[in-house]
Nanobody
Framework: QVQLVESGGGLVQPGGSLRLSCAAS????????MGWYRQAPGKQRELVAR???????DYAESVKGRFTISRDNAKNTVYLQMISLKFEDTAVYYC???????????WGQGTQVTVSS
């Protein structure tokens, strides 16, 4: 079992920045990959960024150059630094974890990011 606790969401103006954090705890060997997904009203949940334990990363095209995912393996924590935020980045952001030796994926409760003037 993995519990994920997210923090760092909020209201920001266009062009602003936010940093999301997600800490994993619970009973697991280690976590292979952690990532951030988002879901805007009326839309499907989509991948924002993902990082493996070795540091390999994937980003949605819409956030490349603006968002940076990083990870502290010792703390089982993943971060998402977001800059140059746009109205269309408004969504609930969910943390995701893929533990080793566990076929399940785990999700956080979500944190709201609102970009508004």
């Amino acid at each position: 079992q993995v519990q994920l606790v997210e923090s760092g969401g909020g209201l920001v103006q266009p062009g602003g920045s936010l940093r999301l954090s997600c800490a994993a705890s619970g009973s697991f060997v280690s976590i292979y990959a952690m990532g951030w997904y988002r879901q805007a009203p009326g839309k499907q949940r989509e991948l924002v960024a993902r990082i493996t334990s070795g540091g390999g990363t994937d980003y949605a095209e819409s956030v490349k150059g603006r968002f940076t995912i990083s990870r502290d393996n010792a703390k089982n924590t993943v971060y998402l630094q977001m800059i140059s935020l746009k109205f269309e980045d408004t969504a609930v952001y969910y943390c995701n974890a893929e533990p080793r030796r566990d076929p399940r994926e785990y999700w956080g409760q979500g944190t709201q990011v609102t970009v508004s003037s």
